[in-house]
């Protein structure tokens, strides 16, 4: 939290959207080197002067695309994570500061052969020539290679959590299988970039014999060998830690299970991690009918339906991204730091000192200690929810907040910021091998700082859902025991908004006092009550006072 918060809109969304489209070219940049090289070595060999004519205008296209708009893009990344993540961005670059600079120097290998490879058409023998578009797909190949290093750290950082050794981060337990899986798609796109530009061919006969060759040669395999090695990937980080299998609702072990969950999991699952499972799925398996068609078309096939066929690549490709990054939630960088740019490691000495403390940029008023609790516990509320929540959610906009906290009193949105991301029974947060306790915990980190900055939260999501501002001054008096234990733990669902408001039907306290000791017995769904002998008595006394939606002095 050393960095100024950008308040931009959709800051997840905006990475996402940037991040796939270069990825769609970057992958394309690797794969579609291959094929100018394999696909000219072959029309030299066969001496077809038509599919030769076609790989120099293809690498006409390769080369602007991939070099000017793979470049742009590319710097888009950079000046987006900076943005909205320069926690992260810092903590990787001090990392991997000698991938990035091996990976740069590749890069620049890649650029100048690829100007030498289009320019060399004519003033380079065929021999020379072949051997820059050999030299170009290697640097491109190994430039993918030391990024993917970087990127499956983010989700399984491995031995380097204890270690902190450049190459424990590199080759850490999602590396290989993550760099199979992107090979295969950079092969697979190379064949969907040649049959757009093969479609706008007037040659309906090399139209034909560039559509054969890119669906039998290259598009076909990989959308078959792309889910393999995703299912790969999420095996490596399901050993790794990740609990995939519960993520996707497995009921069992084995790769096989992370299948099973996939195309069929049950709703104890994450939802959006299944679905964007399950459009990449879909998406390959649609890819593949759609290169049927194209097949079967020959000769008539157009740029529509091979555009078609490249739609259907983006979204298994962007599907196939989306699983990953929803994989790490709630972490940026896999059991190190959270979304919100929280390390582990400073995750206790926040909640000592409070994030406003913490936090070098902060915008609070010099004088709101000395403002009433109406006014000052929000202010210092919405400076929290900038501080800790901005990175993920806005206001109305994309994951608004309002809408989730409409009509919810200050108590039960105190007691919901105190059940986030929690580690598993058995653990603390300083585990190495870290493990939370549900993949319900997983989607949010858990709440760092003060319990009073909790509170101040709390008021100021209340005020966003419709609390009066009164709420703030009477959620932040001390007032009854057993109110305020009820509105921290049981208002969410037992409150007058919830879906089970409770009625003690003449109950005496010490009826309640007894029947809230046997909470799971009474019904299976509750956890058992973890309150003092004090607070006990207090909540049963309490409860005795409700009856239907009436609410002791008519609060919250």
């Known amino acids: 939290m050393n960095y100024p918060i950008w308040e931009l809109p959709a800051s997840g969304l905006l990475i996402a959207v940037v991040a796939v489209v270069h990825v769609f070219v970057a992958h394309f940049a690797v794969g579609g080197g291959l094929f100018l090289v394999l696909t000219e070595r072959k029309a030299r060999r066969e001496g077809d002067a038509a599919l030769l004519a076609f790989v120099r205008t293809h690498s006409r296209f390769f080369a602007l695309l991939t070099l000017v708009f793979g470049a742009i893009t590319g710097v888009g990344i950079w000046f987006t994570i900076g943005l909205v993540h320069p926690s992260a961005t810092s903590a990787l670059i001090n990392t991997f500061v000698w991938a990035w600079a091996i990976e740069w120097t590749f890069f620049f290998v890649e650029i100048a052969a690829a100007m030498v490879y289009f320019y060399g058409w004519d003033r380079l023998t065929p021999a020379t020539h072949m051997t820059v578009g050999w030299i170009y797909f290697w640097a491109a190949w190994l430039s993918l290679a030391v990024i993917n290093g970087v990127l499956s750290f983010m989700l399984t950082p491995g031995l380097w959590l204890t270690t902190g050794g450049f190459w424990d981060g590199v080759l850490n337990p999602g590396y290989l299988p993550s760099v199979v899986a992107r090979t295969c798609g950079a092969v697979g796109l190379a064949g969907v970039y040649a049959l757009l530009t093969a479609s706008r061919s007037g040659d309906p006969v090399l139209r034909e014999k560039v559509a054969r060759y890119a669906v039998l040669r290259w598009i076909a395999p990989m959308a078959v060998l792309l889910p393999a090695s995703v299912v790969w990937s999420l095996h490596a980080a399901s050993a790794a830690g990740v609990p995939v299998r519960e ?55 157009g740029p529509w339906l091979a555009s078609t066929v490249m739609l259907s690549a983006f979204l298994a490709l962007g599907a196939a991204e989306w699983v990953r990054e929803d994989l790490r939630k709630p972490f ?42 109406e006014t000052a516990m929000p202010e210092k509320g919405r400076e929290v929810f900038r501080l800790e929540c901005s990175t993920c959610h806005t206001i109305d906009g994309h994951l608004a907040i309002r809408p989730l906290v409409q009509g919810v009193a200050p108590g039960a949105l105190d007691a919901m910021l105190g059940r986030l991301a929690a580690p598993a029974a058995d653990q603390v947060w300083e585990d190495t091998q870290l493990r939370l306790r549900t993949w319900r915990g997983r989607r949010m980190p858990p709440f760092a700082g003060t319990r009073d900055e909790r509170r101040a939260l709390a008021v100021y999501l209340a005020g966003l859902g419709g609390a009066p ?16 234990f009820f509105n921290e733990n049981c208002s969410m669902c037992h409150g007058a908004d919830g879906d089970f408001t409770f009625d003690a039907k003449g109950r005496s306290a010490d009826t309640l006092y007894e029947m809230i000791g046997r909470l799971p017995r009474i019904n299976d769904a509750m956890p058992p009550l973890e309150a003092s002998g004090a607070e006990r008595r207090a909540l049963a006394e309490h409860l005795a006072t409700l009856h239907g939606t009436a609410r002791k002095g008519g609060s919250e």
Request: proline share 4%; glycine share 16%; with cysteine.
């Open 247 to 301: 993520i996707f609702g497995s009921a069992t072990g084995g790769w096989l299970s992370i299948v099973t969950g996939i195309v069929g999991g049950s709703a104890t699952g994450q939802p959006i991690a299944q679905l964007a499972a399950r459009v990449l799925l879909a998406a390959c398996a649609g890819g593949l009918v759609l290169c049927g068609i194209v097949l079967a078309r020959g000769r008539a096939y």
């Open 469 to 484: 501002p009164e709420a703030a001054a009477r959620y932040g008096a001390e007032g009854d025991v057993g109110e305020r």
């Open 332 to 373: 940026v960088i896999g059991n190190y730091m959270f979304v919100n740019s929280v390390r582990l490691a400073d995750l206790r000495t926040i909640d000592s000192d409070g994030v406003l403390k913490t936090a070098l940029w902060t915008r609070l008023p010099g004088d709101l200690d000395a403002r009433p609790a």
